[in-house]
């Protein structure tokens, strides 16, 4: 399980409010890639946290995150 600190920044508004994203792609140490992991991104500030699920190549997206400093776990069986 992975556990990294990340800085959102802006990437365009919604409703008068900017917001980014989390994205990526899962992957094993040997650099194989995890189907259906489960990523979660946990805002430091207000403590809201927005899951999602890695697709069948890894490959996960957290979307409209507000700016800030967020903690991204992954956990996959």
């Avoid at 899962?26 to 946990?42: E, F, H, K, L, Q």
């Avoid at 190549?57 to 409209?64: R, S, V």
């Amino acid at each position: 399980m992975a556990l990294l600190a990340f800085v959102v920044l802006p990437t365009g508004a919604l409703a008068q409010q900017e917001t980014g994203q989390i994205s990526g792609t899962v992957i094993d140490p040997n650099g194989a890639v995890i189907a259906n992991a489960t990523v979660a991104a946990r805002s430091i500030d207000t403590g809201r946290e927005i899951t999602a699920q890695s697709s069948a190549e890894g490959a996960y997206i957290l979307p409209n995150l507000l700016p800030g400093v967020y903690e991204v776990s992954v956990s996959a069986p």
